[in-house]
């Protein structure tokens, strides 16, 4: 029994760390998407973002193997977060705007359109968030007979455990979030970049996908793609922070 309450407490500090890194990536986008609002109303939102959080990924929880079965589920929330990440990425970086387009996107961005979109994020967030979690903690020994979503209340335990911390990660990093991107505005492409990335890595979940198939289904399991992803999404995280700091001083100099 020793054995089994190691592994387990292993297993939570494993869920604890992916669920703080995905947190802080979900906290990018609450932050960015909220960073146009008054900041009563930034308080509002984020409040809103995280109850969504919360809620999403404890429905998840309960979802998980229906979630799992279906290919389309991870590819709408792959296509929505790829969707929010180029559109942002064209209308700043590569699309000329006038003042009319300006007003126009700002009417369109009011507090509860904000909100919507945040929690729209939420949900293919949560979608990520539980897959990755099921594909570590499936893998720990059963206790008893009962199940919860059709997993073992053990394994169930520590997903549960896991993605709660993540969120109390999430309370506080989403308001840090925001004060870093007022003091390093560039660091909202890199948000939206990271955000991307994120989606590429649900939309491969899903082309990897049993019933699809388009590439090995192992592949989005295997130790490469891991390494691939995470590699990359530090070196977002690097360069982005990097280049912030240096047009910012670039900017104070002159």
Known sequence: MEAILLEYAWVLLVLIFLEGLLAADNAVVMAVMVKHLPKEQQKKALFYGLFGAFLFRFIALFLITFLAKYWEIQALGAAYLLFI???????????????????????????????????????????????????????????????????????????????????????????????????YPTLETTAFLIVGWVGVKLAVLALGHENLAIIDPHFPHSTMWKVIFWAVLLGLVIGGYLVSVYKNKKEQAS
């Open 85 to 183: 990440s180029i559109k942002h990425l064209y209308d700043n970086h590569f699309k000329k705007q006038d003042e009319s387009l300006e007003i126009k996107e700002g009417k369109g961005s009011g507090f509860w359109m904000t909100v919507l979109k945040v929690e729209l994020a939420d949900i293919a967030f949560a979608i990520d968030s539980m897959l990755a979690a099921v594909a570590i903690a499936i893998t720990l020994p059963h206790i008893g007979d009962y199940h919860i979503g059709g997993i073992n209340a053990g394994p169930f335990a520590v997903m549960f455990l896991g993605g709660f911390i993540g969120l109390v990660i999430m309370r506080f990093a989403a308001q840090m979030f925001v004060k870093l991107l007022n003091n």
